[in-house]
């Protein structure tokens, strides 16, 4: 059950960090750039974000299972 926390809380906080590059980038270093540069930067920060989440699942089921036998 720990490592099931573990990754929980790792979902969380890489969504929450996400969140916080999102709102800082937006804020004070996208100011000259258009709409469709800005699209592209959240959608490639999101995609990283769940690569970020999916290494987190998958090492975490990994350890869980080597543990299990």
Known sequence: ????????TGT????FGWLA???LYLAFYAGGL???Q??????AS???LVV???IIWLIGH???ALWAF
């Open 62 to 64: 990994s350890i869980s």
């Open 34 to 36: 258009d709409f469709w």
């Open 46 to 48: 999101g995609s990283i």
């Open 21 to 23: 590059f999102i709102v």
């Open 1 to 8: 059950m720990r490592y099931l926390a573990a990754r929980i």
């Open 38 to 43: 800005k699209l592209a930067i959240f959608i």
């Open 12 to 15: 969380i906080v890489a969504f």
């Open 52 to 54: 970020v989440i999916a």
